[in-house]
C-alpha cells in the first residue's frame, strides 16, 4: 500500500525558510517520479515542482529561483526547500506520485506565511 506523508509546514515570516518532507512507503521510491503541489484557501491545486526518478525537476514560474526540490532515495523522502517566503506561498503542501495510472497523494502539511 502507497503511503505518502508530508512533514515541516508551520507559521514563518515573509522572507522565512522552511523545508518540507514527504516520505514515501509501498514503493520503489527510486524509480518514481515525485511531486509537490498547493493549494490556498479558495483556490484549485497547482503544481509546484516535480522531480523525475533521475532527479530532473521542474518548477512553478512562481517559485522559481525560490524553492528547491530534491529526493534522497536512500531514505524514500523527497524535498521542498522554501526560501524568500511570501503571504501568496500560503498553502497546504501536498507530495504526490503516481504508480501506473493510480495517483496517490499525501494528506498535506500547511504551510502560513504571516507576519
Known amino acids: 500500500q502507497v503511503q505518502l506523508v508530508e512533514s515541516g509546514g508551520g507559521l514563518v515570516q515573509p522572507g522565512g525558510s522552511l523545508r518540507l518532507s514527504c516520505a514515501a512507503s509501498?514503493?520503489?521510491?527510486?524509480?518514481?517520479?515525485m511531486g509537490w503541489y498547493r493549494q490556498a484557501p479558495g483556490k484549485q491545486r497547482e503544481l509546484v515542482a516535480t522531480i523525475t526518478s533521475g532527479s530532473s525537476t521542474n518548477y512553478a514560474d512562481s517559485v522559481k529561483g525560490r524553492f528547491t526540490i530534491s529526493r534522497d532515495n536512500a531514505k524514500n523522502t523527497v524535498y521542498l526547500q522554501m526560501n524568500s517566503l511570501q503571504p501568496e506561498d500560503t498553502a497546504v503542501y501536498y507530495c504526490?506520485?503516481?504508480?501506473?495510472?493510480?495517483?496517490?497523494w499525501g494528506k498535506g502539511t500547511l504551510v502560513t506565511v504571516s507576519s
Open positions: 509501498g514503493i520503489i521510491f527510486s524509480a518514481y517520479a
Open positions: 504526490r506520485t503516481v504508480l501506473r495510472v493510480v495517483v496517490y
